[in-house]
């Protein structure tokens, strides 16, 4: 026992640093998926590091997201080694890193105890899945990596001027790493507000603001002006489904289907019964200073959150927990707060919930290979359907496979373009996967449209807060008002292709396949 005291903190970061690197170990081998094309086809264009900071995310002069600091990161690992594992492992790399930065945060806020807490809490959360299992996700993970440094410079007990300077640095380097950044002043604000201690550091905040102001105009004059979701307007009912779903999807595993089933809505329920006694109890005892940092995790939490409201996660899919990533700090440093370390019976209680957190994670890892494996498959199958020169039709298309991103939009054009396929790619109905069942999903001509219909295992994937938009003018489609709201088993596709040949096929449920009655791609 002697021995576990003294030695306790190398022996625990230890097994932080394993814990973070074998959360999401699976996913190393999931390949890539989904905007991970458009990635590899935007750093191929790339001729350094000038370019890059004279483009957008996807290598355009002008619109979407300025990102040049993401693509730097990914640029030197491509030219280390293309291959998806080497991209996969920067991703632990990065994930390990933050980690040790909550800890560094919550030992500064919480103390040593509950700063242990708080960091094995934030290295086993299954809701970072999106961010660590996919490459594409890393935006957040380079943002964040960049991003706490800030804070921790502005929580310092060093003199005002390399404080501030050390906070302003960091805070623009991750402004251009991703947008979510922006708020990196205000949350660091919270941080020297929850801070223990008389003093404060509102110097740090202030300048970390005025160096991100730099880096808005010259992301404005990049990008040609605001850039970002322009199909997402700003309104006041899709800024509050979207604090509801994230403040649901903050405290719901992944696997959960929310919307199909209701009932599992006792999970979140649940979370916070816990968080209402734990705060009860801390009142009780009069420990007000904990309570005042676990409010300053939950405005952390909000905060962060703000530049995402519009965009709801779809609680069907992992598609859009990315966007709890930077948000899940303060959720960790809430949580440890609330949890303080008293006693045998706590720290068990507390390895138990973290064990189970951990095989969660993995589960969504593993869906991430499985997620891999389709979409290899489905591109290979594209690649030989394809008409050379024409236009290949896919009337529906896996999405998603349950957690994991496949081939949204336009990302199966990028896989066959990477592939030298020369196609137009039409993707019509967004599909999500649940079990890869051949012949689920079904294909009937209706005169000039197609009726698909499906079952449980590949619904299709219908917006809530928007009507279906096609992805290509060349595939207007519609489909069922039913129960639950985003997810239906009927759809009518009606495409209108531009460009001779043309091949029709529609995905089943587990292969992309030619739709009954289409004609067959001419030999190239």
């Given at each position: 026992m002697t021995f576990l005291r003294r030695h306790?903190?190398?022996i625990l970061f230890g097994l932080?640093?394993?814990?973070?690197?074998?959360?999401?170990?699976?996913?190393?081998?999931?390949?890539?998926?989904?905007?991970?094309?458009?990635?590899?086809?935007?750093?191929?264009?790339?001729s350094g590091i000038g370019w890059v900071f004279g483009h957008n995310d996807i290598g355009a002069a002008s619109g979407h997201f300025y990102r040049p600091l993401w693509l730097l990161w990914h640029l030197g690992?491509?030219?280390?080694?293309?291959?998806?594992?080497?991209?996969?492992?920067?991703?632990?790399?990065l994930y390990v890193v933050i980690t040790v930065e909550v800890w560094l945060l919550a030992r500064r806020l919480v103390g040593l105890p509950s700063a242990w807490v708080a960091a094995f809490a934030f290295a086993v959360y299954p809701r970072h899945d999106e961010s660590v299992a996919w490459i594409s996700g890393s935006t957040d993970l380079v943002a964040t990596a960049l991003g706490l440094p800030a804070v921790l410079c502005a929580l310092a007990y060093w003199r005002p001027g390399p404080r501030a300077v050390g906070a302003a640095g960091f805070a623009a380097a991750a402004a251009l790493a991703k947008e979510s950044a922006f708020v990196l002043p205000v949350l660091a604000a919270v941080a020297v507000w929850a801070a223990r201690g008389p003093r404060r550091r509102w110097i740090a905040p202030v300048a970390m603001a005025a160096a991100q102001l730099v880096v808005l105009l010259v992301r404005a004059e990049v990008v040609g002006g605001v850039g970002g979701y322009s199909e997402y307007p700003w309104t006041p009912l899709r800024f509050l489904a979207g604090l509801v779903s994230?403040?649901?999807?903050?405290?719901?595993?992944?696997?959960?289907?929310?919307?199909?089933?209701?009932?599992?809505l006792v999970v979140p329920l649940a979370a916070l019964v816990f968080a209402a006694f734990a705060v009860r109890s801390l009142g009780r005892r009069g420990e007000g200073e904990r309570l005042r940092l676990a409010l300053g995790g939950v405005v952390w939490f909000a905060v962060a959150l703000l530049p995402s409201l519009n965009l709801a996660v779809d609680l069907n899919t992992g598609n859009g927990e990315r966007l709890l990533f930077l948000p899940s700090v303060g959720l960790a440093v809430a949580f440890a707060a609330l949890v303080p370390v008293r006693g045998g019976s706590t720290v068990l209680a507390l390895a138990s919930a973290g064990v189970a957190a951990l095989a969660l994670s993995l589960l969504a890892a593993q869906t991430w290979q499985g997620a891999g494996e389709l979409t290899r498959r489905v591109v290979d199958q594209a690649a030989a359907l394809a008409p050379p020169g024409g236009e290949l039709v896919a009337v529906t298309l896996p999405e998603e496979?349950?957690?994991?991103?496949?081939?949204?939009?336009?990302?199966?054009?990028?896989?066959?373009?990477?592939?030298?396929?020369?196609?137009?790619?039409?993707?019509?109905?967004?599909?999500?996967?649940?079990?890869q069942t051949p012949g689920a999903v079904t294909l009937a001509p209706a005169g000039?449209?197609?009726?698909?219909?499906?079952?449980?295992?590949?619904?299709?994937d219908v917006p809530v807060l928007r009507s279906p938009s096609p992805v290509s003018a060349d595939c207007p489609w519609t489909a069922d008002d039913t129960w639950p709201p985003g997810l239906e088993?009927?759809?009518?596709?009606?495409?209108?292709?531009?460009?001779?040949?043309?091949?029709?096929?529609?995905?089943?449920?587990?292969?992309?396949?030619?739709?009954?009655?289409?004609?067959?791609?001419?030999?190239?």
């Amino acid at each position: 026992m002697t021995f576990l005291r003294r030695h306790s903190t190398p022996i625990l970061f230890g097994l932080l640093v394993a814990a973070a690197a074998v959360a999401f170990l699976p996913a190393v081998s999931s390949g890539f998926v989904a905007d991970d094309f458009i990635l590899l086809r935007t750093l191929g264009r790339s001729s350094g590091i000038g370019w890059v900071f004279g483009h957008n995310d996807i290598g355009a002069a002008s619109g979407h997201f300025y990102r040049p600091l993401w693509l730097l990161w990914h640029l030197g690992i491509e030219r280390v080694s293309g291959s998806a594992w080497a991209f996969h492992l920067g991703n632990l790399v990065l994930y390990v890193v933050i980690t040790v930065e909550v800890w560094l945060l919550a030992r500064r806020l919480v103390g040593l105890p509950s700063a242990w807490v708080a960091a094995f809490a934030f290295a086993v959360y299954p809701r970072h899945d999106e961010s660590v299992a996919w490459i594409s996700g890393s935006t957040d993970l380079v943002a964040t990596a960049l991003g706490l440094p800030a804070v921790l410079c502005a929580l310092a007990y060093w003199r005002p001027g390399p404080r501030a300077v050390g906070a302003a640095g960091f805070a623009a380097a991750a402004a251009l790493a991703k947008e979510s950044a922006f708020v990196l002043p205000v949350l660091a604000a919270v941080a020297v507000w929850a801070a223990r201690g008389p003093r404060r550091r509102w110097i740090a905040p202030v300048a970390m603001a005025a160096a991100q102001l730099v880096v808005l105009l010259v992301r404005a004059e990049v990008v040609g002006g605001v850039g970002g979701y322009s199909e997402y307007p700003w309104t006041p009912l899709r800024f509050l489904a979207g604090l509801v779903s994230y403040g649901t999807a903050a405290l719901s595993p992944p696997q959960f289907e929310l919307l199909r089933d209701p009932a599992l809505l006792v999970v979140p329920l649940a979370a916070l019964v816990f968080a209402a006694f734990a705060v009860r109890s801390l009142g009780r005892r009069g420990e007000g200073e904990r309570l005042r940092l676990a409010l300053g995790g939950v405005v952390w939490f909000a905060v962060a959150l703000l530049p995402s409201l519009n965009l709801a996660v779809d609680l069907n899919t992992g598609n859009g927990e990315r966007l709890l990533f930077l948000p899940s700090v303060g959720l960790a440093v809430a949580f440890a707060a609330l949890v303080p370390v008293r006693g045998g019976s706590t720290v068990l209680a507390l390895a138990s919930a973290g064990v189970a957190a951990l095989a969660l994670s993995l589960l969504a890892a593993q869906t991430w290979q499985g997620a891999g494996e389709l979409t290899r498959r489905v591109v290979d199958q594209a690649a030989a359907l394809a008409p050379p020169g024409g236009e290949l039709v896919a009337v529906t298309l896996p999405e998603e496979y349950r957690t994991a991103h496949v081939l949204p939009g336009i990302t199966l054009a990028a896989a066959l373009e990477r592939a030298g396929v020369n196609t137009l790619v039409t993707p019509c109905i967004p599909v999500i996967v649940r079990t890869q069942t051949p012949g689920a999903v079904t294909l009937a001509p209706a005169g000039a449209a197609w009726d698909a219909r499906t079952t449980w295992d590949a619904p299709f994937d219908v917006p809530v807060l928007r009507s279906p938009s096609p992805v290509s003018a060349d595939c207007p489609w519609t489909a069922d008002d039913t129960w639950p709201p985003g997810l239906e088993l009927r759809a009518i596709a009606t495409p209108r292709p531009s460009r001779q040949p043309v091949v029709t096929a529609y995905f089943d449920g587990r292969d992309l396949v030619k739709a009954p009655g289409a004609a067959s791609a001419p030999a190239p």
